[in-house]
C-alpha cells in the first residue's frame, strides 16, 4: 500500500459539466501521474507532476486540466466533461526523488466515471 | 518513443498449466520495462520489473519474465496455472518523455480453466 486515496471513487455526470478529480498520497513522493483506462487502449498518461506547482502533458492531455498546489494532492480537472472521457482513472505516484526510469509506480484504487 | 505490444487480448489456460503472457517491446535505448496485474476492480500491482541488473527477473506470486533483447521481448511466465492467477495483465515500459510515465500495452486477460 503506498498511501494513495482516489475520491470520488464512483462518479456519474452529465455532458457539460466540470468535474474535478482527487488524489491524495501521504508518503511525499515528488512524482504524481494521471492515467485514464479504456477497454482496448490499456492505460494511457493524461498528465504528470514533478513537483508543486511543476505539471506538464501525457499523451492524451487534450481536454484535461490538472493542478498540484501541495506535494500530498494532484487535481484531475475535466473543464466541460464529454461522453469520451467516460473511463477509470488511475493515479499513480513514483517512488525516488530523480527521474531514471527504474522506480516502480504505485497506483491507486481508482475512480470510474460515466459522463452521460 | 517506446512502445510495448502484447500478443493475445485473451488467453486461456487449464489450472497447473503453464503460463506465458507475451510482451515485445520497441526502444530506441535499453527499456525499462514492467509487468502489473489488475484484478477486477481494484488497481494495478507491480507484478515484476526489469532495471538491466539481471536478464532473469523473478516477481512474486512465481512469476518471471526473461529480457531477450535480440528478440526485443519480455515475456511473463509462470510454470503452473493457478485459479487465483485470473486477472488483466499489463506490460509496460517507461516513456521517452519526461519523469518517466509509463506506455502501457493493451493487455491480456488471463483466465484458468478448471
Known amino acids: 500500500d503506498a498511501g494513495i486515496t482516489q475520491s470520488p471513487r464512483h462518479k456519474v455526470t452529465e455532458t457539460g459539466t466540470p468535474v474535478t478529480l482527487r488524489c491524495h498520497q501521504t508518503?511525499?513522493?515528488?512524482?504524481m501521474y494521471w492515467y485514464r483506462q479504456d477497454p482496448g487502449h490499456g492505460l494511457r498518461l493524461i498528465h504528470y507532476s514533478y513537483g508543486v506547482k511543476d505539471t506538464d502533458k501525457g499523451e492524451v492531455s487534450d481536454g484535461y486540466s490538472v493542478s498540484r498546489s501541495k506535494t500530498e494532492d494532484f487535481l484531475l480537472t475535466l473543464e466541460s466533461a464529454t461522453s469520451s472521457q467516460t473511463s477509470v482513472y488511475f493515479c499513480?505516484?513514483?517512488?525516488?526523488?530523480?527521474?531514471?526510469?527504474?522506480?516502480?509506480?504505485?497506483f491507486g484504487p481508482g475512480t470510474r466515471l460515466t459522463v452521460l | 518513443a517506446q512502445s510495448v505490444t502484447q500478443l493475445g487480448s485473451h488467453v486461456s489456460v487449464s489450472e497447473g498449466a503453464l503460463v506465458l503472457l507475451r510482451c515485445n517491446y520497441s526502444?530506441?535505448?535499453?527499456?525499462?520495462l514492467f509487468w502489473y496485474v489488475q484484478y477486477p476492480n481494484q488497481g494495478l500491482q507491480l507484478l515484476l520489473k526489469y532495471t538491466s541488473a539481471a536478464t532473469l527477473v523473478k516477481g512474486i506470486n512465481g512469476f518471471e519474465a526473461e529480457f531477450k533483447k535480440s528478440e526485443t521481448s519480455f515475456h511473463l511466465t509462470k510454470p503452473s496455472a493457478h485459479m487465483s492467477d485470473a486477472a488483466e495483465y499489463f506490460c509496460?515500459?517507461?516513456?521517452?518523455?519526461?519523469?518517466?510515465?509509463?506506455?502501457f500495452g493493451k493487455g491480456t486477460h488471463l483466465i484458468i480453466q478448471p
Open positions: 508518503e511525499n513522493h515528488r512524482y
Open positions: 499513480a505516484i513514483k517512488g525516488g526523488e530523480t527521474s531514471g526510469g527504474t522506480d516502480t509506480q504505485y
Open positions: 526502444s530506441s535505448v535499453p527499456p525499462y
Open positions: 509496460a515500459v517507461v516513456s521517452g518523455g519526461g519523469a518517466d510515465g509509463l506506455t
